[in-house]
């Protein structure tokens, strides 16, 4: 425990400014299910601080574990090993409660038996604010998520992006530190839902509290976050800002996870610190940029993503060359498919513009061009 | 050109498999019916006859309900068959809220088997045999007490009562949602206050429907009533059960008549109270 107090603490400081303290931190946090053979791990060794004030995304595929880490943060669940930390101080012993934290649920879990307005004011309440006080940030939230007209409404006679606006509203009023959002955007339709992820992100500028937001849409991910954590089987891959994460990929499962990417087998022929140079199969050497991590020279394995790369008709000085096997036109953009020599697949993304320029045949030659700085090394 | 009308005929749409296509069906329903509910018309019908014949009708008349009400015997054994369900359906009611709380709000741990036979003892062991048994017991705390209250008898129906309380109630609990009671707890309720406020007025169709149908079981007990009572406790069922080794009139068939009137009332109501669960 006082171990687990000190490495939380240690990295609750690793980010940011010194004094600046994170929002929440997971030390080390390991959560298994059950026990004996048929235990599932469901994190393993987590570790990860979220910022004050951050839109953080937990983003990864069903099962990888993302609604337990938001269980133990909430309080739900209690880790195996390991501690949360909420602005430097332990709570993983405290019952959810007690915690200043509070959760947008999947379901919304909204109080059958209440109106709108009693929902909302019924964290305030239990924190035993008096009636007035209730009452008017009951108001306040209304506004804030434009639900005024249907404060006395019963929760079952609303549609499901109300209810999705009463359950953020809930959540909101008692102010907590820290705002847990479990696919709370799953179940809207797709219109509704980008209305939505531009109205959560609007509302936690104007709150100014931390959210975490599970989801496994990678483009939701992409578009909403100031960071993002990729998960995959109870651990997490890489914690960055969008960008980083899609230019930077720090192994196969995060490249492959996010956006569409071409994989290469490389041969790394020199490091420095700050990159190194590849030898492509085809023969070409390039520069390159590396993820996190230890690298030696020798066969390694290097993403390019599809806008990264060009095609052009002259084929004798471009980084790659191949066949054109498949074009596929996708309104703003048409994706160019190709095999290079040793049948390797290439994809070319090539976005599409008024004064339609070469045309490409199935079966051409041609060149492949790439982008300075557009291959990176992965770790695996 | 494919001629559909006649397609139709060769071919009748299949209808999905509902068993009241089967053969027989509504005869066996008729049937059922009449053998279950015709016995009871005379019953009541003769309640209303203006003469002492149970064979004979004589026209009509409400004598013998003014009989009934005003047969001393038959007030005292109302009011105790009255104290006794209300007693007994409460205190039920409440043992087996619990007892769902304690059977769908935990992990599954070690005897919980044992938990549900317990609970479900009144269904499995045949009424008679519990009814000695309770005779033997309580003759023996009698003499040991010399205490001969109501209390057995209460005792004996909260008893038998549970089950039928308890039924309704895991029924409600289970279809209730789970992640209410975590999203109070995320709200700052402590434990009681999410029963109080949440888990609670969410229950209350199922725990007064428990209620109900405690109630009537406890209101038609003979077997082990009889077993236990003692000397001048008499329920109403008892009350009758006496009479009918004496002459019969159409008093008793009045008593029935609204004992029969107070069962379908609150068996109406439980069933009102089920469908508006869902
Ligand atoms: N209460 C539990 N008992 C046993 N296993 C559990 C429990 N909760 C989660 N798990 C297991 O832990 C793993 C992670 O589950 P979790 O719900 O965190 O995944 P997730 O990332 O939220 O997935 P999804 O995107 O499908 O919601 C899964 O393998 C799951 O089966
Ligand atoms: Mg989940």
């Not at chain 1, 959560?31 to 791990?41: A, E, I, R």
């Not at chain 1, 004030?53 to 069903?62: A, C, D, R, V, W």
């Not at chain 1, 959540?171 to 339709?189: G, I, N, R």
Request: net charge neutral; proline share 5%.
């Amino acid at each position: 425990m006082a171990k687990a107090k000190a490495i939380g603490a240690a990295a609750a400081r690793q980010h940011g400014s010194v004094g600046d303290v994170a929002a929440v931190t997971a030390a080390n946090v390991t959560k298994t299910f059950g026990s004996g053979d048929d235990g599932v791990v469901a994190l393993d060794d987590v570790s990860v601080s979220i910022r004050q004030n951050e839109f953080f995304t937990l983003l990864g595929p069903s099962g990888c574990g993302k609604t337990t880490l938001l269980r133990l943060i909430a309080g739900f669940e209690l880790p195996t090993q390991g501690d949360i930390l909420l602005e430097g101080e332990p709570i993983g012993h405290l019952p959810p409660y007690q915690r200043p934290v509070n959760t947008v649920f999947q379901s919304y879990a909204l109080f059958p038996h209440m109106t709108v307005s009693e929902n909302i004011g019924f964290g305030l309440q239990m924190l035993g604010k008096p009636q007035a006080e209730v009452a008017s940030e009951v108001e306040r939230m209304l506004a804030l998520v434009r639900m005024e007209a249907l404060a006395k409404r019963r929760v079952d006679q609303l549609s499901g992006g109300q209810q999705q606006r009463v359950a953020l509203a809930r959540a909101l009023a008692p102010h907590p530190k820290v705002l847990l959002l479990d696919e709370p955007l799953s179940a809207l339709d797709l219109k509704l839902r980008k209305e939505m992820q531009i109205e959560l992100k609007h509302l936690q500028g104007e709150t100014g509290i931390t959210f975490i937001f599970v989801t496994h849409d990678q483009e939701e991910a992409l578009t909403m976050s100031d960071r993002v954590a990729v998960m995959d089987n109870g651990k997490i891959l890489q914690v960055g800002p969008p960008r980083e994460i899609y230019d930077h990929p720090a192994d196969r499962f995060v490249a492959n996870f996010i956006g569409e990417t071409n994989f290469l087998t490389a041969e790394l022929t020199s490091l420095s610190k700050s990159g190194g140079r590849v030898k492509l199969p085809s023969g070409k050497t390039v520069a390159v940029t590396l993820a996190d991590g230890e690298f030696s020279e020798g066969q390694v394995t290097v993403v390019i993503r599809p806008e990264h790369a060009r095609l052009t008709k002259a084929k004798s000085k471009t980084t790659l060359t191949g066949v054109l096997r498949n074009i596929v036109y996708i309104g703003t953009d048409t994706h160019y498919h190709l095999r290079l020599p040793g049948d390797t697949p290439f994809i070319v993304r090539t976005q599409n513009q008024r004064d339609t320029q070469e045309s490409y045949q199935q079966g051409d030659e041609l060149g492949i061009e790439i982008s300075a700085n557009a291959v990176q090394v992965l770790r695996d | 050109m494919v001629d559909v009308a006649k397609l139709r005929q060769i071919a009748p749409p299949r209808r999905p498999f509902s068993i009241r296509s089967l053969p027989g069906f509504t005869a066996i329903a008729i049937v059922c019916f009449v053998l279950l509910y015709a016995p009871l018309l005379p019953l009541v019908v003769y309640s209303f006859n203006a003469g002492t014949s149970l064979a004979f009708w004589e026209g009509f008349s409400l004598r013998w309900y003014v009989a009934a009400w005003e047969n001393d015997s038959v007030q005292d054994a109302t009011i105790l068959s009255l104290i006794i369900a209300v007693t007994a359906a409460v205190t039920a009611t409440t043992l087996a809220t619990m007892a769902a709380l304690g059977t769908t709000r935990t992990k599954p741990y070690k005897g919980l088997t044992a938990i549900y036979a317990m609970i479900n003892q009144p269904l499995m062991v045949p009424e008679i045999v519990t009814a000695v048994a309770l005779l033997i017991l309580f003759a023996s705390i009698k003499a040991a007490t010399n205490y001969h209250g109501l209390a057995y008898l209460i005792a004996a129906h909260t008893a038998f009562c549970i089950p039928f309380a308890y039924l309704p109630i895991r029924a409600r609990l289970e279809g209730m949602d789970l992640s209410l009671e975590t999203a109070a707890a995320d709200l700052y309720a402590t434990p009681w206050r999410t029963f109080r406020r949440v888990t609670l007025p969410l229950l209350w169709p199922g725990i007064l429907a428990g209620a109900m149908l405690a109630f009537v079981i406890s209101l038609d007990d003979v077997v082990i009533t009889e077993f236990v009572k003692s000397a001048g406790q008499d329920t109403l069922p008892t009350y009758m059960l006496g009479q009918l080794r004496r002459a019969i009139t159409p008093e008793v068939n009045a008593i029935s008549s609204v004992l029969l009137a107070v069962s379908v009332v609150m068996v109406t109501i439980f069933f009102f109270l089920n469908r508006r669960m869902r």
